[in-house]
C-alpha cells in the first residue's frame, strides 16, 4: 500500500477515509506517495483537502511519583 | 429571503477567463458515495456566496471506491447552465457533453452501465476548476452514444449528463485514490 514519504508523514495525514494515490487539484496530477513536504507545503496553503496538518504530539507523561510511606 | 446580497459584477482585469473544458474530469455513480456534501441554500441563515456556489469539503466514498476517470477530447466538450420553469417556480438545469475517443469492450460495457445509473460528475474547466454536475437528492441522468464518424471526422463516444439544480464548483478537486 502506498505512504506518504516520512518527512511528509511526519506533518500531515492523509483526511479520514481518503487513500494514498492520485488526485487532481487546480489543473495539476498529486501523486501523495510522490510528494516533498515542500510540495505537501504548497499544496495545502492553496486549500488541498486530502492532507491534514497533525496535531502536535502530547509531551510524554511522567510515571506517577509513588508516595513515601510514613513510618 | 437570501441572507446575503449580490456583488458588483464587473470586468475583472487582469483574471484570466478560458473558455471550454479541460481534457480530464471524473464520473462516479451514486453508489460509490457514502457522504454527499451539499452547498448552503440561499435563504440559509450563514449562507455566503463562497457557501452557497461551492462545495469546500470532500464527498467521502465507500471503501474501496473512488471517481473514475474520464478522458474528453480538447474543444469537443462544454458544460452548461440553464434556467428551466416558469416564472416564479424557476430552478437550475446543468448539463454536459464529453467525447471519448476510441472503440473497445470495456467502454461499450460502461456505455451500458452508464446509460443505466445516475451519479455525479465532476467536469474540469480549462483554468482548473471542477464543476460538479448532480447532487444526492438530483444526480445526473448519462447517456452514453457512439458513433463511428466518417474518414475525415471523429470516432468515439459522446457522453451527456443532465441534472435539475445548479452545478457548482468543487474545490476538493478529482480523487481517483480509492477509499480507504
Excluded at chain 1, 502506498?2 to 518527512?7: D, G, I, P
Excluded at chain 2, 471550454?20 to 451539499?38: D, E, N, P, R, V
Excluded at chain 2, 474543444?75 to 473497445?104: C, H, R, W, Y
Excluded at chain 2, 467536469?123 to 476548476?129: E, L
Aim: charged share 25%; net charge negative; hydrophobic share 35%.
Amino acid at each position: 500500500m502506498a505512504k506518504l514519504k516520512e518527512e511528509v508523514a511526519r506533518k500531515y495525514e492523509v483526511l479520514a477515509g481518503h487513500g494514498v494515490g492520485e488526485y487532481r487539484f487546480a489543473g495539476q496530477t498529486v501523486h501523495l506517495d510522490k510528494l516533498t513536504l515542500e510540495q505537501a507545503d504548497k499544496l495545502v496553503k492553496k486549500g488541498f483537502p486530502y492532507l491534514v496538518k497533525k496535531a502536535p504530539a502530547k509531551p510524554a507523561q511522567e510515571p506517577p511519583q509513588k508516595e513515601d510511606k510514613k513510618a | 429571503m437570501a441572507k446575503f446580497d449580490i456583488v458588483d459584477m464587473i470586468h475583472q482585469d487582469g483574471v484570466t477567463n478560458p473558455s471550454g473544458l479541460a481534457t480530464m474530469h471524473g464520473i462516479a455513480l451514486l453508489g460509490y458515495f457514502t457522504t454527499i456534501q451539499k452547498p448552503d441554500a440561499v435563504d440559509e441563515d450563514d449562507a455566503t456566496g463562497t457557501t452557497v456556489g461551492s462545495i469546500a469539503t470532500a464527498h467521502v466514498f465507500e471503501a474501496g471506491a473512488c471517481m473514475k476517470k474520464l478522458y474528453g477530447t480538447e474543444n469537443k466538450g462544454e458544460a452548461k447552465d440553464d434556467v428551466v420553469g416558469d416564472k416564479d417556480s424557476q430552478n437550475g438545469k446543468g448539463s454536459f457533453t464529453i467525447m471519448l475517443p476510441g472503440s473497445k469492450a470495456d467502454y461499450i460495457a460502461d456505455r451500458k452501465l452508464l446509460n443505466a445509473s445516475i451519479g455525479i460528475a465532476f467536469i474540469t474547466m480549462a483554468d482548473g476548476q471542477v464543476l460538479q454536475y448532480g447532487s444526492e437528492d438530483f444526480p445526473c441522468h448519462f447517456k452514453v452514444t457512439w458513433g463511428s464518424g466518417n474518414n475525415e471526422s471523429y470516432r468515439g463516444y459522446t457522453i451527456t449528463g443532465e441534472c435539475y439544480g445548479d452545478s457548482v464548483i468543487y474545490t476538493p478537486g478529482l480523487n481517483f485514490t480509492p477509499a480507504a
